[in-house]
């Protein structure tokens, strides 16, 4: 995005996965990634599939894209989901994705223990699919008490729309002090001001998608983006913009003082917050806390971009909340499972090639 300064450098952000005999975590590996995670509220492991696991990952995802019934996820930008530009899913709980996020949960237990308790329950097992043309979404947290994961099964550009990162403005135990008893009120301004430029970003796209023949729009597409009633926060609405209505970005969050002080504290944004994108090499996967702010930018490329994603909670969610940014499949509400059922799943020593279901049952 040409209106964000944002670094496409996650070097500091990046820990080399580095397993045992047993295909987990070695313990110096897991302290770095775990004060990466303390200290900047997300970790980038490298190489943490091989290249048969992702493959395998990969495989799982194109089936329940493929499939008319696949269950659509409600949280995110659902206009984009309409209009094909995205196309967020939730995974069944068959027993190959099963032993694919038994896999990942297996790999990361000396992460993820730091932080989940073994009765914390699965939220949500996701496939993230990104078209050309998607919207850019804005600048968000997502409900608190989570560590989510995004696996990388297959190489993202920069141009795919990686996600993007504000390492430092996860909310926990006496976050409020720092910053001089300001972070708080310093990350909303930070927030208020990137998301009125991706407004203005995301706007200036749709209009030029009117003539823009590979990604043009669809016929009513312009007006459910810019002036629908329809709930979306992810999307240059101007209505509900006006109306107060999203969330995520509207009038009510730049009034006169507001101005004023984003005026005032410029300098000092530019200097405490530096977004980061990252796009991951196949095997990658990107650990961080839910509260973290973050966003999906807009696929600018021919070429979708996805990613496999999984949240576990840490905290004690309502059911109800889950909704707010997770979207279990029904098969998972039916028959919950705990961070512990993936640590007591198949072995983690099981060939990826045998973790396929056989293809009477895709079929099926």
Same mark, same amino acid.
């Given at each position: 995005?040409?209106?964000? !300064?944002?670094?496409?450098?996650?070097? =500091?952000?990046?820990?080399? @996965?580095?397993?045992?005999?047993?295909?987990?975590?070695?313990?110096?590996?897991?302290?770095?990634?775990?004060?990466?995670?303390?200290? /900047?509220?997300?970790?980038?492991?490298?190489?943490?599939?091989?290249?048969?696991?992702?493959?395998?990952?990969? &495989?799982?995802?194109?089936?329940?894209?493929?499939?008319?019934?696949? *269950?659509?996820?409600?949280?995110?930008?659902?206009?984009?989901?309409?209009?094909?530009?995205?196309?967020?899913?939730?995974?069944?709980?068959?027993?190959?994705? =099963?032993?694919? @996020?038994?896999?990942?949960?297996?790999?990361?237990?000396?992460?993820?223990? &730091?932080?989940?308790?073994?009765?914390?329950?699965?939220?949500?097992?996701?496939?993230?699919?990104?078209? #050309?043309?998607?919207?850019?979404?804005?600048? *968000?947290?997502?409900?608190?008490?989570?560590?989510?994961?995004?696996?990388?099964?297959?190489?993202?550009?920069? +141009?795919?729309?990686?996600?993007?990162?504000?390492?430092?403005? *996860? =909310?926990?135990?006496?976050? @409020?002090?720092?910053?001089?008893?300001?972070?708080?009120?310093? =990350?909303?301004?930070?927030?208020?001001?990137?998301?009125?430029?991706?407004?203005?970003?995301?706007? !200036?796209? $749709? #209009?030029?998608?009117? +003539?823009?023949?590979?990604?043009?729009?669809?016929?009513?597409?312009?007006?459910?983006?810019?002036?629908?009633?329809?709930?979306?926060?992810?999307?240059?609405?101007?209505?509900?913009?006006?109306?107060? !209505?999203?969330?995520?970005?509207?009038?009510?969050?730049?009034?006169?003082?507001?101005? #004023?002080? $984003?005026?005032?504290?410029?300098?000092?944004? @530019?200097?405490?917050?530096?977004?980061?994108?990252?796009?991951?090499?196949?095997?990658?996967?990107?650990?961080?806390?839910?509260?973290? $702010?973050?966003?999906?930018?807009?696929?600018?490329? +021919?070429?979708?971009?996805?990613?496999?994603?999984?949240?576990?909670?840490?905290?004690?969610?309502?059911?109800?909340? #889950?909704?707010?940014? /997770?979207?279990?499949?029904?098969?998972?509400?039916? +028959?919950?499972?705990?961070?512990?059922?993936?640590?007591?799943?198949?072995?983690?020593?099981?060939?990826?090639?045998?973790?396929?279901?056989?293809?009477?049952?895709?079929?099926?």
């Amino acid at each position: 995005m040409n209106e964000l !300064k944002i670094s496409h450098d996650t070097a =500091m952000f990046e820990v080399p @996965a580095v397993v045992d005999a047993k295909g987990k975590l070695t313990e110096p590996c897991i302290r770095e990634a775990a004060g990466m995670m303390d200290r /900047y509220g997300l970790v980038i492991l490298t190489n943490l599939l091989s290249d048969e696991e992702a493959d395998f990952g990969l &495989e799982l995802m194109r089936q329940t894209v493929n499939d008319p019934a696949r *269950h659509r996820s409600s949280f995110a930008s659902e206009t984009d989901n309409l209009y094909v530009r995205r196309d967020f899913c939730s995974l069944p709980s068959t027993p190959p994705v =099963m032993r694919f @996020a038994g896999t990942l949960t297996q790999r990361l237990e000396g992460i993820l223990s &730091e932080f989940c308790g073994r009765s914390r329950p699965l939220l949500e097992i996701a496939t993230f699919t990104s078209y #050309w043309g998607s919207s850019h979404q804005y600048i *968000h947290r997502d409900p608190s008490g989570v560590i989510s994961l995004f696996a990388a099964v297959e190489d993202v550009s920069d +141009q795919q729309g990686g996600t993007v990162f504000v390492p430092g403005t *996860h =909310m926990y135990g006496g976050a @409020a002090n720092t910053h001089g008893g300001q972070a708080y009120e310093l =990350m909303e301004l930070f927030r208020t001001k990137t998301n009125a430029r991706i407004a203005i970003y995301n706007l !200036k796209k $749709l #209009w030029r998608m009117r +003539q823009d023949t590979p990604a043009r729009l669809a016929p009513g597409e312009f007006l459910d983006r810019v002036f629908s009633v329809k709930w979306d926060q992810h999307q240059p609405n101007i209505l509900r913009f006006a109306l107060g !209505k999203n969330s995520q970005f509207s009038l009510r969050d730049i009034g006169p003082v507001t101005l #004023w002080k $984003l005026y005032r504290r410029r300098k000092t944004l @530019a200097a405490l917050f530096r977004p980061v994108q990252v796009a991951p090499r196949k095997g990658t996967v990107i650990l961080y806390r839910s509260d973290l $702010l973050h966003a999906g930018p807009d696929n600018r490329s +021919q070429h979708p971009r996805r990613f496999f994603g999984m949240s576990i909670a840490r905290d004690i969610i309502e059911a109800k909340y #889950w909704h707010d940014g /997770y979207s279990p499949h029904p098969t998972l509400t039916a +028959q919950p499972v705990s961070f512990g059922d993936l640590l007591d799943g198949p072995a983690l020593t099981e060939p990826p090639q045998a973790l396929a279901p056989p293809v009477s049952a895709v079929a099926r």
